[in-house]
Nanobody, 115 residues
Framework: QVQLVESGGGLVQPGGSLRLSCAASGSIFSDNSMGWYRQAPGKQRELVARITNGGATGYADSVKGRFTISRDNSKNTVNLQMNSLKPEDTAIYYC?????????WGQGTQVTVSS
């Protein structure tokens, strides 16, 4: 079993920045990928960014150039640096861990972008 704990969400003005962090614990396998998803009110959960154990990354088109995902394998953490935030970025952000055909999810952290 893998447990994920997110932190760093909050309220920020448009154009501001936030940094989300996710710490994984439990049965961690070396061959894995981690990512961030978000779900806005009335919308489906969508992939924001992902990163493999080897460091390969992928981003949703809506966040390219503004968000950066990174990980520290020694600490089993994944981070999401969010810059130039827009109101449409408002959502609950979820950390995800994938390995051996299984998905694990954090509890989610609220990000609100508003003046």
């Amino acid at each position: 079993q893998v447990q994920l704990v997110e932190s760093g969400g909050g309220l920020v003005q448009p154009g501001g920045s936030l940094r989300l962090s996710c710490a994984a614990s439990g049965s961690i396998f070396s061959d894995n990928s981690m990512g961030w998803y978000r779900q806005a009110p009335g919308k489906q959960r969508e992939l924001v960014a992902r990163i493999t154990n080897g460091g390969a990354t992928g981003y949703a088109d809506s966040v390219k150039g503004r968000f950066t995902i990174s990980r520290d394998n020694s600490k089993n953490t994944v981070n999401l640096q969010m810059n130039s935030l827009k109101p449409e970025d408002t959502a609950i952000y979820y950390c995800n861990f994938y390995a051996s055909g299984k998905f694990y999810w954090g509890q989610g952290t609220q990000v609100t972008v508003s003046s």
